[in-house]
């Protein structure tokens, strides 16, 4: 079994996290639903279904799926 094909790296001081898939980073999101928003741009169809919390899909660093900034920009 290989790595996750999505890294969501640590927040960074505005709490803010990079999104990579596939080794390529998609964006900077501030919200968890931002990731789906980015794989749907990158032409994944069903993005929205994606587990999140399925270590096999997905590689949260520095917290998890609730580790956002408090309030969006």
Do not use: N
Request: aromatic share 10%; no cysteine.
């Amino acid at each position: 079994m290989g790595s996750p094909r999505l890294v969501v790296y640590p927040p960074d001081e505005r709490g803010w996290r990079r999104v990579r898939w596939d080794g390529q980073i998609l964006g900077t999101a501030y919200k968890v639903s931002d990731i789906a928003v980015f794989l749907t741009a990158a032409g994944m169809t069903d993005a929205e279904d994606l587990d999140l919390t399925d270590p096999a899909v997905v590689e949260w660093r520095g917290g998890g799926p609730d580790t956002w900034a408090e309030s969006p920009p």
